[in-house]
């Protein structure tokens, strides 16, 4: 941060946690943004003039609503189900729902206020939303789970529809749960459109989508390799969890012939000094999809895997080339990132949202390690949402080999942005700086010709 704009970022962050005290998550998401976007408006008065990042900070809509179902032992349980619908200058409402115990109002508004930004990237038009509840679908019968969605959308359904807001999955929602939810929202609406996405193929869903964030990721990732003349063929690489978003990294980099040691899960870390390989990635998909099982159990059925029960996969005893984490928030703490720099580790690609802490970003920056925020690196998942959209409106199918060569094509942009917005004299890039200021500046315009709405 340059210290000339200190004291003006300081004045904005003590506003924001004055407006919205207890949202710790929500205050570290906007001084990430404010860090970079505020030196820009001192030369851009257009945007100071027009208070646009005090308008931006503030979601247009937030919905909190009381979620009863009933288990199967008859007991009626309850849980608080949150829409923040945050921004919708350049599309309708989209972000995904979270069912998670760590569920609470600053977590799902860093990420709305995340999506903001991300979405603007993807060169979509689509504004910036999240929800979810502190429901825990862990350890629930897939009946339980059914009650609990149909309640969630009995409620959410008011508010969603495919030209104002269109959810998808994110942790502890997957294909199940999106299933149940579409079905309550077509039951109550009798209507069968694209409401959400991630669905599956055979009702509306798009080639691709399951493996976008993962696969998205790990192209970004290639960018930042390719613009260094170099590739993933040979690389040591780290990831974090062992679902949706872990699964298809882990897939993809094992394709482009790089070498990944570890996958996690909130339990542990399970560690291959030679690699993971394709037997391991298939064991792991069926054991969290179907079985949905703990990762100890793919270290069980491998002689040649070690499970480090409670430890995460940033303190391994080798040299690492790229980390990935792809768990969830603040995984990656300064200590871990401390000990990544000490394995030599290059790069760093946020497969999940906001994994790093704001200490381990600036450490990473502070020693030229390079860094590719959530926002940018991971926005594969949110565009071929969008390209499932389309689908769905123009009510055809395109091939596999068609999205994922958009994914590809948007991956691209987003990385070209990134080195527009961010690259600095010497030819490096400042991924941070370009993705808040690329994804800023399109929103920023937007809600400028729109008025003070
Ligand atoms: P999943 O629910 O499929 O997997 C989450 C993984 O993270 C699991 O391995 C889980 O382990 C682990 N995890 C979750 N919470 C914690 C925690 N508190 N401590 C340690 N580990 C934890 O989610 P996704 O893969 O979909 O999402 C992962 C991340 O990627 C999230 O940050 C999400 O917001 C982000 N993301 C996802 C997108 C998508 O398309 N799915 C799009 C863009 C970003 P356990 O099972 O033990 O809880």
């Known amino acids: ?8 970022i300081d004045t904005f962050m003590d506003e924001v946690k004055t407006r919205s005290p207890g949202e710790p998550e929500f205050h570290q998401s906007v001084q990430e943004v404010a860090e970079t976007v505020i030196p820009y408006i001192d030369n851009h008065p257009k945007y100071k003039n027009a208070n646009i990042l005090h308008r931006m900070v503030e979601p247009e809509r937030v919905v909190m609503f009381r979620v009863p179902w009933v288990d199967d032992n008859g007991k009626v349980q309850v849980n608080r189900g949150y829409r923040v619908q945050f921004n ?11 069912f998670h115990p760590t569920v609470n109002l600053s977590v799902l508004k860093f990420l709305g206020f995340e999506q903001i930004f991300k979405n603007a990237l993807t060169t979509l038009p689509l504004g910036g939303a999240k929800g979810g509840s502190e429901f825990d679908p862990k350890g629930k019968s897939n009946l339980e789970v059914m009650r609990f969605c149909q309640s969630f959308m009995t409620e959410l359904q008011r508010h969603i529809n ?3 807001d269109v959810p998808a999955g ?46 998205g990721t790990v192209y970004f990732i290639a960018e930042i390799l390719d613009r260094n003349n170099d590739s993933f063929e040979g690389k040591t690489v780290a990831v974090s969890g062992s679902g949706n978003v872990a ?36 064991f792991m998909m069926e054991l969290k999809n179907e079985k949905r099982g703990r990762i100890h159990e793919l270290a069980d059925a491998f002689k040649e895997l070690t499970f480090n029960e ?11 080339d790229i980390a990935i984490p792809c768990a969830t928030q603040n995984e990656m703490e300064e200590e871990h990132a401390q000990k990544l720099l000490d394995r030599g580790v290059k790069i760093i690609g946020e497969g999940a949202n906001m994994p790093c802490t704001t200490e381990a970003v600036h450490l990473f920056q502070d020693n030229n390690v390079i860094f590719g925020p959530g926002k940018a690196v991971n926005a594969g998942g949110v565009a071929t949402s969008g390209l499932e959209m389309a689908q769905n409106a123009l009510r055809l199918s395109w091939d596999r080999e068609k999205v994922d060569s958009k994914l590809l094509g948007i991956m691209k942009n987003i990385h070209q942005q990134c080195v527009t917005y961010g690259e600095n004299e010497d030819g490096s890039v400042d991924y941070v700086r370009g993705a808040n200021l690329a994804g800023f500046v399109k929103v920023a315009d937007a809600m400028m010709d729109q008025g003070a709405v």
């Open 1 to 8: 941060m340059k210290k000339k704009f200190k004291a003006q």
């Open 88 to 98: 919708s200058a350049i599309g309708p409402y989209k972000g995904g729902l979270r």
């Open 162 to 164: 495919k030209y104002t």
């Open 170 to 215: 994110d942790i502890g929602v997957g294909a199940r749960e999106i299933g149940f939810l579409f079905g309550q929202y077509k039951r109550l609406q009798n209507e069968f459109t694209g409401v959400l996405t991630g669905k599956d193929l055979n009702w509306g869903g798009s080639f691709i989508r399951p493996e976008a964030t993962g696969y």
């Open 247 to 282: 699964q298809y990294t882990v897939e993809k980099v094992l394709e482009l012939g790089g070498k990944v040691v570890s996958v996690s899960d909130s339990s542990g870390c399970v560690f291959s000094e030679d690699g993971l390989t394709q037997k391991h990635l298939e």
């Open 310 to 320: 409670g430890e995460c996969a940033w303190g391994l005893p080798m040299n690492i």
